[in-house]
């Protein structure tokens, strides 16, 4: 791993990880998603509204491991606020920075700090499982 995607990792990933976006219970919201990995058992539910087809009042709970949290907390930082036109393209954009095809330099540095997981393969999952959550409840096209 380089030495700057290193440093991103363990700063972004720590940052979320302990002071995660939006991290509470909304079970009034309108729309509930549950990110679910049965391999290890980690659990995040996503709560929000959509009004005038956007999405608001993003916010998740739950458990799961340093990357898992961090990831779904990043995907509340980006997504809230957003239309679901928006919304799938940030996703698709994101889950396409995992791959080397989709390593561009132009990622925000949240996006590009689990780049790092390229290099664990076991662990891209824990990166990815909320937002292919998102993407499955936005759509694929």
Known sequence: ??????????????KHSKEPVNYEKREEAGQHLDAYNSLC???????FDL??????????????????????????????GKSL??????AREYLASLTEEGKTDELPEEFEAFGAARDFPGRMKCATLAWEEMVEFVGKD
């Open 1 to 14: 791993m380089n030495p700057r995607l290193k440093e991103l990792y363990q700063s972004v990933i720590l």
């Open 41 to 47: 058992g980690d659990r995040f539910h996503l709560y």
């Open 51 to 80: 009004k005038d087809g956007k999405i608001k009042d993003l916010s998740f709970h739950g458990y799961g491991c340093a990357i898992s949290k961090a990831s779904t907390s990043v995907l509340v930082e980006f997504l809230e």
């Open 85 to 90: 036109e928006e919304a799938r393209e940030m």
